[in-house]
Nanobody, 121 residues
Framework: QVHLVQSGGGLVQAGGSLTLSCAAS????MGWFRQAPGKEREFVAA????????YYTDSVKGRFTISRDNAKNTVYLQMNSLTSEDTAVYYC??????????????????WGQGTQVTVSS
């Protein structure tokens, strides 16, 4: 059974930075999603198994960086220039299938426990 364990998150002022981590029990294509109160879960970023290909939603391009350390089976989301619009619960997810990166939440097979990110203005 694949487990994803998230860490990081918390409260930060607008313009600040945070890094989220997601430790997996294997190596998969990985994604980050977020869900703000009253809103649907939305795609943030994804990275392929080797770590050479990444994919971002437009609203975070240039501010967020997804990366991975395959020796540790850990994926990171470095978030810079945070705004109140980034406030949400953030989830990592693993896609077990051998395919290209996807932004569709239903194509991910297992999820982390979620971590709150709150940006104060």
């Amino acid at each position: 059974q694949v487990h994803l364990v998230q860490s990081g998150g918390g409260l930060v002022q607008a313009g600040g930075s945070l890094t989220l981590s997601c430790a997996a029990s294997g190596r998969y294509n990985m994604g980050w999603f977020r869900q703000a109160p009253g809103k649907e879960r939305e795609f943030v970023a994804a990275i392929n198994r080797p770590g050479g290909t990444t994919y971002y939603t437009d609203s975070v391009k240039g501010r967020f960086t997804i990366s991975r350390d395959n020796a540790k089976n850990t994926v990171y989301l470095q978030m810079n220039s945070l705004t109140s619009e980034d406030t949400a619960v953030y989830y990592c997810a693993a896609d077990f299938n051998l395919r290209g990166l996807t932004r569709n939440s239903w194509e991910y097979d297992t999820w982390g426990q979620g971590t709150q990110v709150t940006v104060s203005s």
